[in-house]
């Protein structure tokens, strides 16, 4: 069983202090385990992670241990992963151009929107830069789910809108358009719905959170992140922020900044007030380093568990992806 030791180290600071916990999780041999593109929690504090892999979703007890595994060649390309209420969970394939919901077993519910067909933005390849806003979805990321079924779901890579469906799947409206301005996204990555029904979204590339009501209208703006992939809302409405950094996962044509920051993760209050953070050095094999940080959740104890896109950034940057880290735990001191 995987745990922390006395003598490793803390991370974070105040109140928000955690351990790593190391060799965590145990994967089967068997399992073409290629990266931790999504992550989440489950029923009984079960993770459920996305890779990119076969199977596409491996589940493990809280401890490590691997339970099961499903979903071989479902999917184009897995993106983002969201664990509902009801214990089902929704799928995006950011390449196959689909939202899915299925049950905690596998079992495929339904497809949210069009399925395989991409909208017409404009987009070429996954340059952001060339694109205009369209209905949905074209390389659509993360999805939300409120507490009355509604969803919220960003989109994405080649689009740069939110899609507001209702809980029978309908499409309510979108807002959205491409840019740097209030309300508008340079890849709005990933999204969260808090206990006040405001809609946040991880606006990756304008290194921003705007938040929204469920309208879309604009209610605040935080930008102490670098490149912010995902935010996760616990029920005290405190926010766990993966941040990829501006060291790895650049496009082509982003050029790295002088004195780049690693992948990091931050915790804000309510009002989007940092309460901790740690990472944003540049060594990712480090304890307290991150390469890619792409997804994160936090379990009911309050263990914060982070998915990284090691393997994608790495290759796609000419670099040795051996020994990156792409699924890490880290246990609330």
């Not at 689009?159 to 309908?170: E, L, P």
């Not at 102490?224 to 926010?239: H, K, L, S, T, W």
Request: net charge negative.
């Amino acid at each position: 069983m995987a745990q922390h030791s006395k003598t490793s180290p803390v991370l974070g600071h105040g109140d928000w202090q955690y351990h790593p916990v190391p060799h965590w999780p145990q994967i089967p041999a068997d399992i073409d385990f290629v990266e931790a593109i999504g992550v989440a929690v489950g029923s009984n504090d079960r993770v459920l992670v996305f890779n990119r892999g076969n199977p596409a979703v491996l589940v493990f007890e809280p401890d490590g241990q691997f339970v099961e595994a499903w979903g071989h060649n479902c999917f184009v390309r897995p993106h983002g992963i969201t664990a509902a209420s009801d214990g089902s969970l929704y799928l995006t394939d950011d390449l196959g151009h689909r939202v899915s919901q299925y049950s905690s077993r596998g079992q495929l519910m339904r497809n949210i929107g069009p399925v395989g067909i991409p909208s017409e933005t404009g987009v070429n390849g996954f340059d952001f830069r060339t694109i205009t806003a369209a209905g949905p979805f074209n390389l659509p990321t993360n999805v939300a789910v409120a507490v009355d079924g509604h969803l919220f779901i960003a989109d994405g890579y080649g689009n740069s809108r939110v899609h507001h469906f209702d809980a029978d799947g309908i499409l309510v409206h979108s807002w959205g358009s491409p840019g740097d301005g209030g309300s508008a996204f340079n890849i709005p990555h990933g999204i969260c719905v808090d206990s006040r029904d405001r809609v946040l979204v991880a606006d990756r590339e304008n290194s921003r959170i705007q938040i929204f009501d469920r309208v879309g209208s604009l209610l605040d703006t935080w930008t102490d992140v670098v490149r912010p992939c995902q935010i996760f809302a616990n029920e005290g409405d405190v926010f766990f922020v993966a941040e990829l950094g501006n060291k790895n996962g650049r496009f082509p044509w982003q050029p790295k900044p002088d004195q780049p920051t690693g992948g990091r993760v931050s915790i804000f209050d309510p009002d989007g007030r940092l309460l901790s953070r740690w990472g944003g050095g540049l060594d990712a094999r480090q304890t307290d380093g991150f390469y890619a940080c792409h997804d994160i959740c936090v379990d009911s104890q309050g263990s914060i568990y982070v998915g990284e896109v090691a393997v994608t950034a790495a290759t796609a940057a000419g670099e040795d992806a051996t020994g990156l880290p792409t699924l890490r735990k880290f246990v609330r001191v």
